[in-house]
């Protein structure tokens, strides 16, 4: 059975059908880097990482693309409060994600690209709505012609008429319709700014993935994805905006994931319950909030709270104990039974069927169910009075392999010294080859089993954390 999608766009769950056969364009939203990664940040990092795993263990090869947002309004503020200037301040948190979201398990894109590194793709993107008669300069700004796009609103099922009831011009705006949304922002004095045809400013929000998508993915990606909250405005003005210029289908399956409630309230500065990564992991182990959010399907809302993740630690140890009394039965099997094919096919069934769950618009939360039926089924087996050698494997490579798609180690990965030395040998020698990319990998390979580096004068040191 083919992978289904619930499609924002369309309301009802399609068969994936990618635009190039064994291959995904895969575009993720990815944070204003203004701050530490709050825990709703980390449910779509984790969400789409999954979905993004999921779809390369079952043959695809997906280009994984997720930006940063390196310039807006709360960088700038940021940067006033903290007197410091705006690249600074997001170079630090582009660090900090990194540092978070690898704690998570989440890999790195193929490209994070920043909007700082993207100005003249976006400049070139704007210029061309304008000549195109979908976008129009005001007063150093630029707005898009949202009436003039047919099809507005068809992600969010809203027509132009209900949007405009709500719709208002700001104090400052020079916008010929209230439901024009802007392009380019004219620079206010101190700000940081780059030079365009229209003066001085920087791109407005929504221009940035689409400019971003299309110089990394193409016209048309497979799978657009981000936090429920995306959808409108930002998403909605993404399509207006590509197809505008394209005339091509923007993104074909557009994948949003549900909101975050902190013990059943919403999340929000104002309650005092905005709840850090960064401060969530000092505490707890970051396999197991990965976990926890991966028990809940994705489009569903999830509550958050220490009692309910205490309960996923529980649970995420029984499944840690049942892989681990399997390892102790290595060497102690023989291959003498006679019922290996038996069991063989009793675990052989779970992985359909973990298949058949996930098929089903990534259900994570049936596929949890899986792992504990393969579980249940692992510690019957361990009850045997003889137990082969192959069924033990049979059953470690499959905990190692269902785990792997949910971006969890399940089992013990704590390196030698002289692995580890060898590990930081090479990622040394990437370092001097320019290639960061292996290097920042090998540090992450290194940070999820706990290894932390520090680069000194003398050399990398290391400790265990």
């Known amino acids: 059975m083919p992978i289904q999608i619930f499609n924002t766009l369309t309301r009802q769950k399609e068969e994936f059908v990618p635009l190039e056969e064994g291959k995904v364009k895969m575009?993720?939203?990815?944070?204003?880097?203004?701050?530490?990664?709050?825990?709703?940040?980390?449910?779509?990092?984790?969400?789409?990482?999954?979905?993004?795993?999921?779809?390369?263990?079952?043959?695809?090869?997906?280009?994984?693309?997720?930006?940063?947002?390196?310039?807006?309004?709360?960088?700038?503020?940021?940067?006033?409060?903290?007197?410091?200037?705006?690249?600074?301040?997001?170079?630090?948190?582009i660090d900090a994600y990194f540092e978070d979201t690898s704690a998570l398990g989440c890999k790195r894109a193929d490209v994070h690209p920043r909007v700082t590194e993207t100005m003249d793709v976006i400049i070139e993107f704007i210029e061309a709505l304008i000549e195109k008669g979908y976008a129009y300069e005001s007063g150093g700004d630029v707005?898009?012609?949202?009436?003039?796009?047919?099809?507005?609103?068809?992600?969010?099922?809203?027509?132009?008429?209900?949007?405009?009831?709500?719709?208002?011009?700001?104090?400052?705006?020079?916008?010929?319709?209230?439901?024009?949304?802007?392009?380019?922002k004219n620079a206010k004095e101190g700000e940081i700014s780059w030079e365009?045809?229209?003066?001085?400013?920087?791109?407005?929000?929504?221009?940035?993935?689409?400019?971003?998508?299309?110089?990394?993915?193409?016209?048309t990606i497979d799978i657009h994805a981000g936090g429920q909250d995306l959808a409108f405005p930002h998403h909605e003005n993404e399509i207006a905006q590509s197809e505008a210029l394209t005339g091509k289908t923007f993104a074909r399956y557009w994948m949003h994931n549900g909101y975050i409630n902190i013990n059943n309230e919403k999340m929000s500065k104002s309650l005092g319950n905005f709840v850090l990564?960064?401060?969530?992991?000092?505490?707890?182990?970051?396999?197991?909030?990965?976990?926890?959010?991966?028990?809940?399907?994705?489009?569903n809302p999830i509550n958050y709270s220490e009692e309910l993740l205490e309960n996923t630690k529980a649970a995420f140890e029984r499944l840690k104990t049942s892989?681990?009394?399997?390892?102790?039965?290595?060497?102690?099997?023989?291959?003498?039974?006679?019922?290996?094919?038996?069991?063989?096919?009793?675990?052989?069934?779970?992985r359909e069927q973990f298949i058949t769950e996930m098929d089903d618009d990534f259900n994570t939360a049936n596929g949890v169910s899986v792992l504990f039926e393969l579980s249940k089924l692992a510690n019957l087996y361990l009850l045997e009075k003889n137990t082969a050698e192959e069924v033990i494997n049979a059953f470690l490579?499959?905990?190692?392999?269902?785990?792997?798609?949910?971006?969890?180690?399940?089992?013990?990965?704590?390196?030698l010294d002289e692995e580890i030395e060898a590990l930081i040998e090479k990622r040394n020698q990437a370092r001097k080859d320019r290639d960061f990319k292996l290097a920042d990998e090998i540090r992450?390979?290194?940070?999820?089993?706990?290894?932390?580096?520090?680069?000194?004068?003398?050399?990398?040191?290391?400790k265990r954390g």
């Open 27 to 93: 575009y993720v939203c990815g944070p204003t880097v203004y701050n530490y990664i709050h825990i709703g940040n980390a449910r779509p990092a984790i969400v789409f990482d999954t979905v993004r795993r999921y779809l390369e263990f079952r043959g695809y090869d997906v280009n994984f693309v997720s930006n940063f947002t390196d310039v807006d309004d709360k960088l700038i503020r940021a940067a006033k409060e903290l007197g410091e200037d705006v690249p600074t301040i997001a170079n630090r948190f």
């Open 143 to 184: 707005y898009f012609r949202t009436r003039a796009f047919s099809e507005y609103g068809k992600l969010s099922h809203q027509s132009v008429d209900e949007l405009k009831i709500g719709a208002r011009i700001q104090v400052g705006e020079k916008k010929q319709d209230a439901l024009d949304f802007a392009l380019w």
């Open 196 to 219: 365009s045809p229209w003066g001085g400013g920087r791109p407005g929000w929504h221009i940035e993935c689409s400019a971003m998508a299309k110089q990394y993915l193409g016209d």
């Open 277 to 299: 990564v960064h401060d969530i992991i000092k505490h707890h182990d970051p396999q197991v909030l990965r976990f926890f959010m991966l028990s809940v399907h994705y489009r």
């Open 323 to 350: 892989y681990q009394n399997l390892q102790h039965r290595v060497g102690a099997s023989t291959n003498l039974t006679n019922n290996n094919q038996e069991w063989l096919d009793k675990i052989s069934a779970l």
């Open 397 to 415: 490579h499959e905990f190692e392999q269902l785990f792997g798609v949910f971006g969890i180690t399940i089992g013990n990965n704590e390196l």
């Open 444 to 462: 992450d390979q290194l940070k999820d089993m706990n290894i932390i580096l520090e680069d000194t004068a003398q050399g990398t040191r290391w």
